[in-house]
């Protein structure tokens, strides 16, 4: 009966990866999304699979039912799962009073953000992290190899979390939401669960349960110490890479939800077939010791061979650019061998032993799961923002290089360490010597010849550069996509975004604009000298490439009245105290992956109150696709009833009340000379040009789209758009036709 328990498994790996994906979405919307908060809710997912692997390791060779005590397990992952979003709510207020005593403290909120994601998400993750000590245990106790048993379990877990991470990213919650996505995970462990309890009811008539129990300790000699090691390098190395790879990917392909989907999925999917070939091969293996040690040696070598790979066929024009295409050659054979590294590495620890088969299952995954865990924080935090996404690429294949010498060599006398050790140094210094600059790979045909970089800052969040093009104009791009250029028709496209609500509210003495790109947005509302004005931006990478466009956005970081705080925007948004009378935000594409938390009704809504009374929301609607364009509309419109549609469409103005403006106050503000210049920039150097740039009021948008979905937190549709209506024309606004002279206050 192990191929119908496998089979479970493998539904279980598929809900587990839902999971993720769903409440790490979920949590985003409490913590944000700074990579902070991310690594924050990470660690405590996994470390509360290291905690239950360790928890069931020891428990699980007590247990006389172990299978029984599985299906238990999924259904308690099944109930602490659908609890998830009600301790959500519970701890998002402790947050937000939190937050209000402390909104500068980054360090502080960090290891509060841990806290909290950890109570939420400890106990099923704990749950999680025990199944497979209590597999281990049962499938020991019916005769075989029990470490082949085991690498198939590990394999049919992993490609339970392909279909999982497929489905959710791909499908479920663009389709039914993120709270149906979860029930449906949850349903799934319930049906994992009755499954369980119904094979145990079969097969403890065939398999004796008793305890494994017998046998002398193991000695130390018996059981080489150098495995555990080993395993928590891999995990360290195979966490930071992911965390390298994915940047590193983003230079290559655009960043949407389905290439962070794609990406995720190739790893899993390198784990699976390699810890499945693994598991066929490893009984036949007279040292699994040695087999390990090479296997992490190959993962080094190939982690810089299928890179450079990558590199010089994307330069030469291969069809590598491809999402699938990138992500297989960049990944795969690497993350195959990574797979393999789990069934070896069972056989080496467990060697002939069948006594506490589950305690040192338990101990091995949970010391790769604490290393995953130090990984993935030290990827993101230090080795990105000290080496570069080239130079982590390279200790990391070194860490698996030496690593594989230290414990391929372990098995045999000094000559054989000796000569492991000199053919691996060979290997990883002809894979390092043939790996080109990345970057320049990717400037080369993404972005046209003749291309000159010009500033390059890998932080923590994203990579920003600043390119220099032989017409002499200036582009910003973060992770690879363009955001921002210095071209005439650029900047005024951004710089009316900042004064178009300017100058339409009588008087306004408090700004917020969210993302900072090139810095026009904010510089155009800073030209105004009476208004303080608050810069949330997501990453301090773009910050830093601010000052590459002072000629353009009025030197925007030297201006008085300027403070500019590195956070998430919608985060502060909902726990800010500070009151605002306009609120803007940078182009943000909704597609790109996060962008749904700032399309949502809830972010909008989340903006109208933190305007005072009379206050302005600018929010950028741009020409798109007709059904995406009066889908943002539509929600737009339902947190700001009196919105107007302005600049031919592309711009929305939400306002609380019916918008008014006056002649009187707009011809106040041009008495100012650099407010009169900044407007002037804009074409708006006139109360006839403002009235012109009108389009419509909310009564011609509200007819115009009619009636429809709006986008919630929990249903992103334009972030996971491949769940709408493939193609449409871009919208077309020529009847969309309204009369700017109800909105004017002294109108004769």
């Known amino acids: 009966m192990f191929p119908i328990l496998a089979g479970l498994f493998l539904l279980s790996g598929s809900a587990a990866l839902v999971y993720q994906v769903a409440w790490l979405r979920m949590l985003s919307l409490v913590f944000g999304v700074t990579v902070y908060a991310a690594s924050a809710v990470l660690t405590s997912f996994m470390g509360g699979l290291a905690l239950g692997s360790w928890l069931g390791g020891r428990t699980a060779d007590r247990s006389r039912a172990p299978l029984r005590a599985f299906a238990l397990l999924e259904l308690g992952i099944a109930l602490s799962a659908l609890a998830v979003p009600f301790a959500l709510e519970a701890v998002s207020g402790l947050y937000g009073r939190a937050y209000a005593l402390a909104p500068d403290a980054p360090v502080q909120l960090t290891i509060l953000r841990l806290l909290c994601s950890g109570l939420i998400l400890l106990l099923p993750t704990t749950l999680m992290g025990a199944s497979l000590p209590l597999l ?16 198939w379990l590990y394999a049919m877990n992993t490609t339970g979390g392909i279909a999982g991470t497929v489905l959710a990213g791909f499908t479920l919650i663009g389709a039914f939401g993120v709270t149906a996505t979860t029930r449906l995970a949850a349903a799934l462990n319930i049906a994992v669960g009755l499954g369980a309890l119904a094979l145990y009811a079969v097969s403890r008539t065939t398999v004796r349960d008793a305890p494994l129990t017998g046998g002398p300790p193991v000695a130390p000699s018996q059981a080489p110490r150098i495995v555990l090691v080993a395993v928590v390098l891999a995990g360290f190395a195979g966490l930071a890479l992911e965390v390298v790879w994915f940047r590193l990917l983003t230079l290559f392909l655009t960043a949407t939800t389905y290439a962070f989907t794609t990406m995720l999925s190739t790893v899993l999917l390198g784990l699976a077939v390699g810890s499945a070939f693994a598991a066929a091969r490893v009984r036949r293996s007279s040292d699994p010791v040695r087999a390990l040690g090479w ?13 450079t790979a990558l590199a010089h066929t994307y330069r030469m024009g291969w069809r590598t650019s491809g999402m699938i295409q990138a992500c297989v050659v960049a990944m795969l054979p690497a993350t195959t061998l990574m797979g393999a590294t789990f069934p070896f590495a069972v056989a080496a620890w467990l060697g002939n032993v069948k006594a506490d088969v589950g305690r040192r299952v338990g101990v091995l995954y949970a010391l790769n799961v604490c290393g995953a865990v130090a990984g993935s924080l030290a990827g993101g935090f230090i080795l990105l923002p000290w080496l570069g996404s080239g130079g982590s690429l390279l200790l990391l294949a070194a860490v698996y290089v030496a690593s594989g010498c230290v414990v391929a060599a372990s098995t045999g006398g000094r000559a054989r360490a000796l000569s492991t050790s000199l053919a691996g140094a060979a290997l990883f210094v002809a894979a390092a010597v043939s790996l ?71 008087d306004p003495r408090h700004a917020l604009v969210v993302g900072v790109g090139g810095g026009v947005t904010a510089g155009a509302v800073a030209a105004h000298p009476q208004t303080s004005t608050d810069v949330v931006e997501l990453a301090q990478s773009v910050v830093s490439a601010v000052p590459y466009f002072a000629h353009v956005n009025g030197d925007l970081l030297q201006r008085p009245n300027v403070r500019v705080r590195v956070d998430d925007g919608r985060n502060f948004l909902r726990l800010t105290s500070q009151r605002y009378d306009v609120i803007m935000a940078d182009l943000i594409q909704p597609i790109h992956a996060g962008a749904g938390n700032l399309y949502s009704i809830e972010y909008f809504t989340l903006a109208r109150r933190a ?36 600049a031919d ?13 006056s002649r009187e106050a707009f011809e106040r503000q041009l008495s100012v000379p650099d407010i009169r210049v900044g407007l002037a920039q804009v074409g708006l150097d006139s109360f006839e040009a403002l009235l012109g740039r009108y389009t419509a009021g909310p009564d011609e948008m509200r007819r115009f789209v009619g009636k429809g979905p709006v986008l919630t937190d929990d249903r992103p549709l334009l972030e996971f758009h491949r769940s709408l209506p493939p193609g449409g024309a871009t919208v077309d606004v020529s009847s969309l036709r309204g009369d700017v002279r109800r909105h004017v206050q002294d109108q004769p």
Do not use: C
Request: hydrophobic share 45%.
């Open 436 to 506: 080109p600059d990345i970057y320049a790979s990717v400037l080369a045909r993404r972005h046209g010849a003749g291309e000159r970089l010009v500033f390059r800052a890998e932080g923590v969040q994203t990579t920003a550069t600043v390119h220099s093009q032989p017409s002499g104009r200036r582009v910003l791009l973060l992770d690879g996509l363009h955001q921002a250029n210095d071209s005439a028709d650029m900047v005024r496209v951004h710089a009316e975004i900042g004064q178009l609500p300017m100058a339409l509210h009588p």
């Open 295 to 307: 296997m992490q040696i190959w993962t080094g070598v190939l982690v810089l061979l299928s890179m």
């Open 611 to 646: 305007l005072n009374e009379g206050g302005l929301m600018m929010q950028w609607v741009g020409q798109r696709e007709e059904a995406h364009y009066k889908l943002i509309m539509r929600t737009f419109l339902q947190a700001f009833p009196n919105a107007t549609l302005w």
């Open 136 to 151: 281990a245990r049962h499938v020991a106790g019916a005769g075989g190899s029990a470490a082949t048993r085991i690498g």
């Open 649 to 661: 469409g592309t711009l929305m103005v939400g306002s609380v009340q019916p918008l008014r403006f």
